[in-house]
């Protein structure tokens, strides 16, 4: 079974700082592209950054400057550093992972569509 776990979610102002972390566990041998979303109450869920198992990124043009989304492949991580965060990045911030290789049994598997349960990101004065 593959789980992600999201982290560092907290209460920051206007501003300032925060680093997301993203641990996907299980008996991993690939991950595709890795990505960070996030919801606000009432509305669909956004994607905010994406990055591929080789590197390449991609961003909301709402963060481009002050987000950046990395990964650690050997520890299965995705991190996503905010900077100068606005109000409006109040959020519910969702890891996700499109595919994931991964042995169960005697054999390898491939699944799809894995999300972590949320990290709540609040900025406020």
């Known amino acids: 079974q593959v789980q992600l776990v999201e982290s560092g979610g907290g209460l920051v102002q206007p501003g300032g700082s925060l680093r997301l972390s993203c641990a996907a566990s299980?008996?991993?041998?690939?991950?595709?592209?890795m990505e960070w979303y996030r919801q606000t109450p009432g509305k669909q869920r956004d994607r905010v950054a994406s990055?591929?198992?080789?590197?390449?990124?991609n961003y909301a043009d709402s963060v481009k400057a002050r987000f950046t989304i990395s990964r650690n492949n050997a520890m299965n991580t995705v991190y996503l550093q905010m900077n100068s965060l606005k109000p409006e990045d109040t959020a519910v911030y969702y890891c996700h992972v499109d595919r994931v290789g991964y042995y169960e049994g005697l054999g390898a598997h491939y699944g799809r569509e894995y999300w972590g349960k949320g990290t709540l990101v609040t900025v406020s004065s």
């Open positions: 990055i591929t198992s080789g590197g390449r990124t």
């Open positions: 299980g008996s991993i041998f690939q991950i595709d592209t």
